[in-house]
């Protein structure tokens, strides 16, 4: 029975019901020593006799207190009182992110933010052997101070060493916590009864959804399943039943994000992807390295590149090296006219000898590689050298003094920039490929077994 207001539990006072799960109801209550809003959440009545459900909100209790972190809810007391058991938090004035998303996509300001500020919460959390178990956008509130990230009433302790976790496709074994499918075409309900799996089905890992112990990989992919969800507007995975969505969990790969959300970066596409791998070995291993990787993507922004590893090879020059040369002088008097034709200013001709990379011969004569092109903002050189009988595209920024090779590129040939200079068109072994450049994600995207160069307008044709 929920409790009415004016319902004193200690020193708190209650003032309304705020919302009711499977773990418990929560209310705004006041604590008359400190004159401070809080929030108190108990277990319903009925269920305040049931030992596993007393020993999961212990649990809870356990574990929010040794959380002290600016994206987790704060966690100020527990008490007991007439048989009621509470918790007593702090009240945080905002909305649920699952509210928000009810109006649609968020920016990619506000996702790579709220995401950098929720992947530090779980950093914090699993460094301490904590798995949430029950990410999801209902637990997370946005506030003004921030996003926090909430209720820990699934949460225990992590497994001992990443390694250690079942896969995906592990067998059940007599202690694990079996799914139940009570009607595979009614509304999903929280899957947080006695008996079965722990957590929202929607954004659980293929592990938990096969009975397999979770790790703090499983918090990743569901952490990947909210970033998708935040990015998109809609889920990652759907469904017309239960079923549905699990196969879909267990079997399908989402749309890419960039295909849904065209001002989504690239490399966006590949931090949701790694999250959501299938086998908990293809994620991010950390919440830590995956704050990292988010805190890169919303560094470089809207910068039409960035410095990709570089291929550390001896300097030796090569005959050919003049054909570079020439190119570029080219490819800079043809950016000379073009900033004359805007400014009307005359100005000097600026010509420059670049060398081809160590060890590497430039390809430009003949029908092998094509000729080095300038990307549209003026900023990058791609061309296509030759190392050890094979071609590879490279990348060199005009402001620096090393070419950069860009991975997975063997057999390139005939190099195009996108309109934007974040990415590459070019052909290699029979097929049309592109790669960005922030971030190196390599799209193949048809076959072309005689490309002999290609352009690319500013509708993405």
Known sequence: ?????????GPYEIQSLLGAGGMGEVYRANDTRLDRRVAIKVLPSHLSSDPDRIQRFEREARTISSLNHPHICTLYDVGTQSSVTFLVMEFLEGVTLAHRLMRGALSIKEVLQIAREIADALSKAHHLGIVHRDLKPGNIMLTKSGAKLMDFGLAKPAAPALGTSASAGGALTPETPTLSLPSL???????????????TFQYMSPEQLQGCEADARSDIFAFGAVLYEMTTGRRAFEGKSQLSVITAILEKEPEPVSSLQKASPLALDHVIATCLAKNPDDRWQTAHDLKLQLEWVQAVGSQSGVSLPIVKQKRRMTALAWGLAAALAIGFALATVAYLRVSGKPTNTLVAFIPPPERTTFEFLGDTAGPPVISPDGHFLAFVGRTE???????????????QALGNTEGAMFPFWSPDSRSIGFFANGKLKRIDINGGVLTSLCDAPLGRGGTWNKDGA
């Open 1 to 9: 029975m929920s409790l009415s207001a004016g319902t004193k539990l």
């Open 185 to 199: 075409t009614s509304p999903a309900p929280p899957l947080t009864q006695k008996g079965h799996v722990l957590g």
């Open 389 to 403: 009988d094979r071609n590879q595209l490279w990348l060199r920024a005009l402001d620096s003094e090393n070419a």
